[in-house]
């Protein structure tokens, strides 16, 4: 009877323990609710809208939703103000942002590089100097233009930056001559060689891994919700792994939600055997690659080059490592994301 007893008061104490984690576990999975500010229907946060159209978000307990804004410095200032938690598209705005004093924090990126340059003709620039004396139509908000303006300005060539209101007035002045080059981006390279330009170059060809789009949020919701954006990350790097490891579940998924061909989204993402896509899926938030950009800008006085404020004082690399650590301990895609982690450890430290 002891000996049954004592058993019993084993399994007792066990299934209490069981309840009491399960109910800890409960507690930190609270559900949160985060609101992503989106631009259209740009394919360029393909993580972040995989990890919505394939439930990841809701497997970590979260209430996504996104919330479409009319331009990107409208969501950075919904972002700073707290009616929006997330602004996953550009570094300009954020850079511009900060120097200002805004207390925004880069916590992940969605794209690396993604700049290309377009011609009238099929022509090819692989050296600096041959971009003396021409005319490039660019719009303000796109990354490429201002590190090719700086690559320019230290390499001491003279080439005239012509700031135009979209990417289609820039394709547009391209073929009627008003320009000699275009800067577009988000895969617009391949929309523009459908209707009959070239790519002649990709700012990347120039100068690897240069931060696009990064994921910015406000100081107060990294205080506030930071197992919620952790929570996040997991969902969005496990969108990443979706990316590397099924490719037809990637197109299937970003066609679906863009509205867009198969073969633009193949194209766009991935690249074929008739177009070298321009843009490299990152999460990173590669503190070293933003610090860097911050001081192209302020060197080419998109910025005030006095700003009292160290970018690196808004850069948050933790939550990123935190989600990729807890990913790792789950068990699944472990190599991907040890991988990433020794990567993180590079670029952040």
């Known amino acids: 009877m002891k000996k049954r007893f004592a058993l019993l008061l084993c399994v007792m104490m066990i299934g209490m323990m069981g309840l009491s984690a399960c109910g800890q576990k409960e507690q930190a999975s609270e ?43 409208d969501g950075l200032t919904a972002v700073s103000m707290g009616k929006l938690d997330i602004l996953p598209y550009g570094v300009i705005p954020s850079c511009s942002f900060i120097s200002q004093g805004t207390d925004v924090v880069v916590i992940g990126g969605t794209i690396s590089e993604g700049s290309e340059g377009i011609s009238a003709a099929d022509e090819t620039y692989t050296e600096l100097s041959q971009f003396e004396g021409k005319k490039i139509g660019s719009f303000r908000m796109e990354t490429g233009h201002m590190v090719l303006k700086g690559l320019l300005r230290e390499a001491g060539v003279n080439a005239e930056f012509i700031y135009l209101d979209s990417q289609q007035s820039i394709v547009e002045a391209v073929k009627k001559g008003e320009v000699d080059l275009g800067m577009v981006n988000s895969g617009y390279g391949y929309v523009a060689e459908q209707g009959g330009a070239y790519v002649a170059f ?31 990350e997991k969902a969005v790097l496990r969108a990443y792994a979706t990316y590397i490891n099924d490719k037809e579940t990637t197109i299937t998924a970003l066609a679906e939600y863009s509205g867009q061909e198969k073969s633009y989204v193949e194209a766009v993402i991935y690249g074929t055997e008739d177009y070298d896509n321009a843009m490299i899926i990152s ?34 690399p933790s939550i990123y490592e935190d989600a ?7 068990g699944e895609n472990v190599e991907i994301y040890e991988q990433l982690l020794e990567e993180s450890r590079e670029n952040n430290g």
């Open 202 to 232: 990709q700012v990347g060809d120039f100068v690897s891994d240069f931060p696009c789009c990064r994921q910015t949020t406000s100081r107060m919701a990294v205080e506030e919700k930071r197992d919620g954006l952790v929570r996040f």
């Open 324 to 330: 990729l650590k807890a990913l790792i301990e789950e």
């Open 283 to 316: 999460i990173d938030p590669n503190k070293k690659k933003v610090a860097d950009f911050y001081e192209v800008m302020k060197a080419n006085g998109d910025i005030d080059a006095e700003t009292e404020y160290d970018i690196n004082d808004y850069i948050d």
């Open 31 to 73: 559900k949160v609710s985060l609101k992503i500010a989106m631009v259209g229907k740009d394919i360029k946060t393909a993580c972040v809208i995989m990890a919505k159209e394939l439930g990841y978000y809701e497997d970590e307990n979260l209430d996504v939703t996104f919330e479409t804004v009319n331009s990107l410095p």
